[in-house]
């Protein structure tokens, strides 16, 4: 699926996914994956080892607690969920993201319409 | 809550195969699961497998990549949860503090009070015992003497001994010093005295004194002529203005002395010493090895060790003595390292402290571990239902003992400020008595010690609650209603506690009678003389003494009529030396018989020392104005030199000679000394010794002993008031000599410093110790009233009498009381024989102290059972009942 197209992801913005991909619930490492990947349908390139990088860091951090539990297809897998703090980040760090982004797609439509 | 104990358990069974076994797992599942759905999605199974390999980039770089952030992710997690649950328990603890603050604040209060007293003497300890002296490779410096036929130590050199044993080869260098003096200076036009000493060229390098300018002088200096010295820190900022050139010189009134350099503040020796004179005793060499007015330090080379120096030195000695048979002090050398003759007795006393502290802070957190106990039954409840929760033993046992934990921190806290303060009050009253006093300061290890404390008697307090109270039976304790004492047998554990307590204080307040005992039967001794006698210290000093005799009588008699002369004095002499005040001692021999070995104070007085001194005649005469320095020479005697010297004779118009004792006359036998009279015995060196030999002789037949004498003066009110007086008309004998004034009784008051120091901290604790058991009595049967508020309301309800209530408190409380005072009387005939050195005129098995102190003890206890037995009595049934 990586193709020509897909977009290098800016830094940071991946913890920021992670987290609010598990805000819909608890998920083993590979359902983050595909569930990034069927949601940007396919235009970001999340690297499997950069993403497991990423949520070892992040339960270092305290983000994200992890348990050994079973899939749908019963295999056993490590199942990573939001923690308290998890949760005020995602908060916080969505807010910053929003706020950055409308202003950075602000003066890019400036700049469009001064052309 | 188990999950984190069971990754402290993997952590120390390698937990790092465990965690890299853990995220290959994750990686295996991640690769299964994108191959079945890329295989669903049409490709082969091993197209499948490359392309899930392929995207976690380079697959074996990024495992182990993926394999490091695991374990750090471990580690932080492990870090946080350890720390996470201790800041809950702390935060737990404070909760529990306000809920109880009547328990956190008598807690807090025993704790600061227990850490505080053992912080306080700790330091004093480790100041002043522990520490090396302040010099480089302090362990290395020895004070040396010899020993005497009985291997008894004489403490002090001849300098004809030191010029021998100098020369052993387990020594690195050495010195010797005499004893510190009192040395007239003449600063402007005004005089002063500093405390001086007389040392060997080598003094310096054996100490490796640090100076602040200039440099330590040496045998060259001291040989070569030129008058030069050594001053203190404190005298060259305070008499040359801290001059770097040292351009002026010392001056006393006949000499200047070129100043050589500065001894930094705490690096001079002896203690308190501000100049220091180099001397070259071979000169004018002294060859009379009885001769014993030095002190001797030495460094041993460092390769030798101190018994080893000890083995050298005593076969040198050995050698002397049989070539020689005058060396007396030559059976055997005693070295001690410098420290520890510094200090001297004080460290016996210190010894006695520290374990007295810490029986203290034993009996705080035995205190503390009761009442805390019996409050604990009343939260059995919580840990019941927190344990059903699922709260681990281990974690319920981690919370309690943080509890605690807090409790010691900041009674820590506390602690170290009644600790700086008592420091600075001790310092205050006795610091010109206690040995090192100067060096006493509070420090990094000083707080490092207390924290470490803290910690220790807060985790002593809390781990027998923890241990009892976590125990619980979950079932029996819910069906009871949590009424508590269901752990059954009715607080057995707390009653123990208190038993020791109780115990441990009658040891305290044992030693502090045993003390306080000793200390009435060494003031209640006879020390033979009159001490409300004011003294006038003053040396002759200057051209128009040091050669004419007839100028210093003069001097002499015009101070003693000027003191005579001040309205209500009722006797005034002088004397060389005084009692209690560095005395001369030499050897006697009696006309008509061989050498006799024994040895008396040899005393320089005027003839009305002894009515000035009240000293009682008690047969002959004392000296008079029949004495003179043409009529034939004269001494009086003590009754112990009486009694040692002339068992069953008559000792009026025997005649005796010191040997060799007048300066400048060494090897010449001394001339022959009518004894004229007898006197009562004095204490010389304070109430704590015996009576020594003393014979004295009259001033004016011994010129050369007139140059530093003391003036004592009694007059018909305080000898203190007398001071300024006697300094005014001492200035106008002469301005240009300094006197010392100061009493007799200050001098004896200084004698007994370290023992009422001693006694005075011991009587404290031991109250403290007292007071916390009463405390822990009354806690621990309060608490148990309350518990049994049911049960005795039933009794009440059933028509008990208030008697038989009371009885029931009483005998549960009195039976506690007196386990603790059994063991506390076997425990102190156990220990008050440790303490025998320091006892004088009481046995260590009184039975007049031990009953006294249990009875003392057995009071204050029994207040403590009585209120909440009372209390117990008073309770109405009907609201008791209805309160559950």
New interface residues.
Partial sequence: MATDDTLPLLKGTLDLLILKTLSWGPM???AI??WLEERSRGTLGV???AL??AL??M????WLAAEWGT?D?N????YYKLTAAGRQRLRSESETWLRYTKSVTAILAVAERGS | MTRRYRRLVDLALGGRHRIDD?MD???D??V???I??LVRGGMSPDEARAEARR???DFDA?RR??HA??R??????RN?DVLGSVVADLRTATRQAKRAPGFTAIAIGALALGLGATTAIFTLVERIVLRPLPFPHAEQLLAVSGLDSASREAFTVSSADWLDWRSSTALQSSAIYSFPYRQGIVAGDSAMRLTAVTATGGMFRVLGSHFVVGRPFTESDASDGTPTVVISERVWRQMFGADPQLSMPLRTATRAYRILGVVASDQGFPEGVDVWFPVDVTVQADPVRVNINWLMIARRRGDVSTDQAWAALTGVARGIRERDPTAIYDYGVATKSLTNSVIGDVSSYFRMLIATVGVVLLIVCANIAASSMARAQARAREMAVRSSLGAARVRLVQQMLLEHVWLGLVGGCLGLGLAWASIRGVLAVWGDRIPRANEVTMDGRVFAFALALSIVAGALSGIIPAMRVTRVSLSGLLQSGGRGSAAGGRNLAGASLVSLEIALALLLLTGAGLLLRSFRSVLSRDIGFDTDVATAEAALSGPLYATDTLRRYAYWDQLLAELRAIPGVQGAAVSQWIPLGLTGQGFVDVEGRDATGMGAVYRTVSEDFFRTLRIPLVVGRTFGAEDGSTTPRVAVINRVMAQRFFPGENPIGRRIRARSQEPGLHGQPAPWLTIVGVVGDIRTYGLESDARAEMYVDFRQTPRRTTSMTALVRGSTSAANLLGEIRQRARRVDPNIAVDVGTLEDRLHATLATRSLAMSLLSAFAAVAALLAALGIYGVLSFAVAQRTRELAVRSALGARRGQLLSLVLSAGLKVALIGLAFGIVGALGLSRTMKALLVGVTPFDPLTYTGAAVMLGIVVLAAILVPAVRATRMDPVIALQAE
């Fill in positions: 083993h490492g590979y994956a595909t690297d499997d080892s497991y990088q070892q860091r339960e270092g951090r305290g899939s297809n295999r056993r897998a490590r | 853990e797992q994750e990686i599942a991640h299964e699961m994108r079945a759905d995207r976690f980039g990024a990549r993926l952030a695991a750090q992710r471990d580690a932080s997690v946080r």
